[in-house]
């Protein structure tokens, strides 16, 4: 129950060996690749209940990379409310609405940043009595939880926003009219985006495009990804009825949008010194670096599917 809780600092790990320019194992990333798509795509056509499932289920596990790789810097992140938290926004999206999600999601911060004062609180009455002379025994997940409150506080607020927050717009999507389309519309254009994006990058990227941050990331690649995911919108926007300039728009939306989600996660991951946030997925990393492109894409199809569909 503590590892659950409290897991160990990630450590980096030798990624599979990469297999031409593609930069990484591409056997490996494309049957990953496909397992996953069969996890979404399935449930959805199934029910879409069983999306709502699946969600909750990988951004609880996300939340615990993200925890482990906190921890890397003496920051505990807060897992029983953040669980409890993404069961709750997700609960009160699909049966409730936006309101009542939103409403969710600030009772979940609130309760990250009691959570981490109380611990911290528990941390200091433990310093008090080793002082004392009172043997205390010592663990590394105490001292962990020793560290700065305030840290532990704002950190247990951004990932109640980045995660389960940002995956509320998912279950929102889910629950409207055409519920498993809009979904599908959701995955297929970060999809998108990041296919065009890495094969126009791996042939003809020439000028990165925030080497400090992302080197591997081009110009390039962003034009790549700008051609893949306008079609796909354009071409979903088709299949759904709706206009095809929409469809363009928001595609084009959809890469900056992810560009960002993909730049600032990489900034995370280089202030944390980690090359991936996990290595459950190999060929791709964790959890984490599947999510970051759909989770800022969310609120944006969301809003499209409001005001367009």
């Known amino acids: 129950m503590s590892t659950m809780l409290s897991p160990r600092p990630t450590r980096n790990r030798d990624p599979l060996p990469s297999t031409g320019r593609a930069g990484r194992n591409l056997p490996a ?11 979404v795509v399935v449930p959805i056509m199934v029910d879409t209940i069983l999306f709502v499932v699946v969600a909750v289920i990988a951004v609880c596990g996300a939340l615990w990379e993200l925890a482990a790789a906190f921890a890397r810097k003496g920051i505990r992140l807060p897992l029983a409310p953040l669980w409890l938290g993404t069961l709750g926004i997700a609960v009160t999206a699909w049966q409730v609405g936006a309101e009542a999600a939103f409403g969710a999601y600030a009772a979940t911060a609130g309760a990250c940043v009691l959570w981490s004062f109380m611990d911290q609180a528990e941390a200091d009455t433990g310093t ?3 002082e004392a002379g009172v043997d205390v025994p010592r663990t590394d997940a105490h ?20 995660l389960p927050f940002l ?6 999507l889910a629950a409207q009219d055409q519920g498993a389309a809009k979904v599908l519309l959701l995955i297929a254009l970060p999809a998108a985006n990041d296919t065009g994006g890495w094969l126009v990058g ?4 020439r000028h990165p495009m925030a080497p400090s941050v992302s080197p591997k990331k081009s110009w390039e690649g962003f034009i790549g990804s700008l051609l893949a995911t306008v079609g796909a919108g354009a071409g979903a926007m088709h299949l759904m009825g709706g206009p095809l300039w929409a469809g363009a ?9 992810s560009t960002l989600g993909d730049l600032g996660e990489s900034l995370l991951k280089r202030d944390l010194g980690l090359k991936d946030m996990g290595t459950l997925l190999p060929g791709h990393g964790g959890i ?11 609120p944006v199809v969301y809003v499209f599917s409001l005001l367009v569909l």
């Open 29 to 39: 990333a494309l049957a990953v690749s496909a397992l996953l798509i069969a996890l």
């Open 128 to 130: 008090a009595l080793e």
């Open 143 to 162: 001292d962990v939880v020793r560290r700065s409150r305030s840290a532990s506080a704002v950190a247990s607020v951004f990932a109640a926003t980045y």
């Open 167 to 172: 995956a509320g717009y998912a279950v929102l």
């Open 202 to 205: 791996v042939t003809l990227g």
């Open 249 to 257: 728009a928001l595609g084009a939306c959809i890469v900056v949008v």
């Open 288 to 298: 984490m670096d599947r999510l970051d492109s759909i989770l800022v894409a969310a």
